[in-house]
T-cell receptor, first 117, second 113 residues
Framework: KAGVTQTPRYLIKTRGQQVTLSCSPI?????VSWYQQTPGQGLQFLFE???????NKGNFPGRFSGRQFSNSRSEMNVSTLELGDSALYLC????????????????FGEGSRLTVL | KNQVEQSPQSLIILEGKNCTLQ??????????LRWYKQDTGRGPVSLTI?????NTKSNGRYTATLDADTKQSSLHITASQLSDSASYIC????????????FGKGNQVVVIP
């Protein structure tokens, strides 16, 4: 079974631009959650989707948004990029909803490394 | 204040030696506690998951313990190998409401030959 696939793996943007990251969960998994990881803050929850519905949202500004498609693939978008958005963005999938609160085993992708200049 | 505190923040150990990583948490009540291993530039991989009623769980050379009374967990690495060089992240799952997984910032382990 293929794992969680995130694209692109690396990208460089400049301030003010916007970026879209993609996540394909493990086949059969309908829950996808997104996390931002920085050296100073560790992993921080962004949002969780299950069956195309946002189930939970973290404490990030409205510039951060996401969505999930009928095939469970998910995208997250960051608009008007700031230097502080430079981070590793991780996606995790699970069979069950509530991954953001720990009701299911989480399987992480390799992440998308975003650098904002 | 972070709900999950890990110590030491980083450590260097000689190949073949043992080491113990600590995780103190304030999340209560909680349903499970997990340890993840994250290699540099990769996503976290699950090592162990313990429910609130379990005291210990092993995965090869990794053994996690849990003391729910003192709200402490430890991850013991036996006979360390160079491939153990990674960040080890403690994650606690709350029981109720809209609370979310609480992540520690990780223990950075470097194994040297």
């Amino acid at each position: 079974k293929a794992g969680v696939t995130q694209t692109p793996r690396y990208l460089i943007k400049t301030r003010g631009q916007q970026v879209t990251l993609s996540c394909s969960p493990i086949s059969g998994h309908r829950s996808v959650s997104w996390y931002q990881q920085t050296p100073g803050q560790g992993l921080q929850f962004l949002f969780e989707y299950f069956s195309e519905t946002q189930r939970n949202k973290g404490n990030f500004p409205g510039r951060f948004s996401g969505r999930q498609f009928s095939n469970s693939r998910s995208e997250m978008n960051v608009s008007t990029l700031e230097l502080g958005d430079s981070a590793l963005y991780l996606c995790a999938s699970s069979e069950r909803p509530g991954t953001s609160v720990g009701t299911g085993e989480l399987f992480f992708g390799e992440g998308s490394r975003l650098t904002v200049l | 204040k972070n709900q999950v505190e890990q110590s030491p923040q980083s450590l260097i150990i000689l190949e073949g030696k043992n080491c113990t990583l600590q995780c103190n948490y304030t999340v209560s009540p909680f349903s499970n506690l997990r340890w993840y291993k994250q290699d540099t530039g990769r996503g976290p991989v699950s090592l162990t998951i313990m429910t609130f009623s379990e005291n210990t769980k092993s995965n090869g050379r990794y053994t996690a313990t849990l003391d729910a009374d003192t709200k402490q967990s430890s991850l013991h690495i036996t006979a360390s190998q160079l491939s153990d060089s990674a960040s080890y992240i403690c994650v606690v799952s709350p029981v109720y409401g809209n609370n979310r997984l609480a992540f520690g910032k990780g223990n950075q382990v470097v194994v040297i030959p």
